[in-house]
C-alpha cells in the first residue's frame, strides 16, 4: 500500500473572485490555507479530503457514521474531528465538499441550508458527476457559492488512491466567475479540468458509468465464461488481452477492432450464441446486444463492408432469437 501524499504548501488564490447571478455577489476572499469539511467520509470524500490535506489545506471535520467511513477517517484523514453533518458545514469556514450518493445529495444539501448550517460565501461544492450546480439551489439561497466537482477515476478508500489522481480529469461545473477558484483546487489536487456544461451532465456521467462500470461487468463475465470453459485462471489469461484492446481503442478508437464482428463471421457469432445458450443463457442478451453495437460502429468505421455483414446481422438480428429460445 503506498503512502499517502507529503504535505505541500497550497498554492495562493489570488484577487478575490467576484461571483454573479448563481451566489451573492460578493467578493470571495480565501485564504491561501483553506479551512475545510467534508461530508461524507466515503471512498471519494475521505481520499480527496486527503489530497486536500496533502496540497496544504486544513480539513478541520468530517463526517462518517459507519464503521468502515470511521475506519477511512483514522487512516486518511486523522486530523479531522468526526462530526455530524451539520457540525462539519459550520466548521467549514471556507470549503464544504459533500460527498455523498447521487440520490442522497439534494436531501443532504436542503437538510443542511434548513439547519441553518451554511452561511453566506462559502463555497459549497459536491462530487457527484451526475448533478450539476441545481441540486445546490438550497445553498445558494442562504448565499453560499456553488460548485460541481467530480473526480473521472474509480475509488478504493485507501491510501493507495492518492498515487492515482496525479493527472487526472475532473468534471467541473461552475459560474463564469468560479472558473479561476475551481481550477485552483483541481490544480490542488493534482487533476486537470474539463468544463461540463450543467445541462450536460447526465451524458458526461452516462459516458463514465458506461465505460467503466460496465467495463466491469464486461470482464467478470469474460473471466466466468473461461471458467465455464475449464480455465482456472482467466484474470491470467485476459490481463494482457484486455490491457492491450484498452490501450489499443483509446490509441485507434474503432480502428483498434478486431475479432469475428468486426470481420463479418456469422458462422463464429452463431457457435458463440449456441454455446452461451446452453451454458450461461443470461450472458446471450448482453453478448447480442454489444456485438449488434460493434458491428453498427465497425461498419461505419469502414471495418466491415455492407455487403460483408449481411450473414453476420442476420444472425444479431434475426436467428439469435431462436438461440436464446433453445
Known sequence: MSAPLRPRPAAPFGAAVRSGGAGTGAPINLPRVLTVGVVGAGRVGAVLGAALTAAGHRVVAASGGSGASAARLALLLPGARNRSAAEVARAAVDLLLIAVPDDALAGVVAGLAEAGALRPGRVVAHTSGAHGLGVLAPAVAVGARPLALHPAMTFTGTPDDLGRLAGISYGVTAPVELRPLAARLVADLGGVPEWVGETDRPLYHAALAHGA??????????????????????????????????????????????????????GTVRRHLERLAATAPESVAPYLALARRTADRAIAAGRLRPGDAVALLDVLGGTYREVSRA
Open 213 to 266: 462500470n460496465h467495463l466491469v461487468t464486461l470482464v467478470n463475465e469474460a473471466a466466468d465464461r473461461l471458467r465455464d470453459a475449464g480455465v482456472t485462471q482467466p484474470e491470467k489469461v485476459l490481463a494482457p488481452l484486455l490491457r492491450a484492446a484498452l490501450e489499443n481503442a483509446l490509441r485507434l478508437g474503432d480502428d483498434a477492432l478486431t475479432g469475428p464482428v468486426s470481420r463479418g463471421d456469422a
